[in-house]
């Protein structure tokens, strides 16, 4: 199969990963037959975890019709039980696009790999978090650090938040954050 340039072959018993891409990434695919048929699978991650690779692994999962049962045990032995990223696909011609996108990414970066505790805060997300009501740059970057994301700092609840900023703050930036849900009820 060819998309975007890019040859992908799947073959079985390949070895432990069935792919491995130029940007430091290996991937495991596990298809709607592997999932149906038993928990044969599981051994195959199992190997691919314990394999001593300096790639980040990636699991690529068949997500369909017939498997979407057994998808959420699936996907809690993948993430939960052996810690490794998985990315549902719906089959072999979503599976292949998206390898695409990862080999001919702008940035040979792999865009799933975990980010370390050091990583530098993107400018913008500091600028925009210090457009909160009562957060200066200090308490903006206190929050970024306990909070990897937006969407868990909006989420945060003012106990949470009280442990980094005080309580007033604390407040203020709940309140922020929930000032349009509080006016729509």
């Known amino acids: 199969m060819t998309c975007g340039g890019v040859k992908i072959l799947f073959e079985n018993e390949l070895g432990v990963a069935d792919f491995h891409l130029p940007n ?4 495991l695919y596990v298809s709607e037959c592997d999932i149906i048929a038993g928990n044969g699978y599981k051994r195959k991650l199992v190997r691919y975890r314990n394999a001593s690779s300096s790639f980040q692994q990636l699991v690529l999962v068949e997500n369909t019709r017939l498997s ?48 370390s505790a050091s990583r530098l805060l993107d400018p913008l997300v500091l600028a925009l978090v ?25 989420n945060a609840a003012p106990a949470e938040l009280e442990t980094i900023v005080g309580q007033a ?17």
């Open 24 to 27: 430091k990434s290996c991937i």
């Open 68 to 115: 979407e049962q057994y998808f959420s045990a699936v996907q809690k032995f993948v993430v939960f039980d052996l810690g490794l990223t998985l990315l549902p696909v719906s089959g072999q011609t979503e599976a292949s696009q998206l390898i695409t996108q990862m080999v001919h990414g702008e940035s040979r970066e792999n865009p799933f790999r975990r980010r």
């Open 130 to 154: 210090q457009q909160v009501p009562g957060v200066g740059r200090v308490k903006a970057l206190a929050l970024l650090q306990h909070f990897p994301s937006i969407q868990q700092l909006c």
């Open 169 to 185: 703050a604390a407040q203020q930036i709940h309140s922020f954050f929930h000032k349009a849900t509080a006016a729509g009820t």
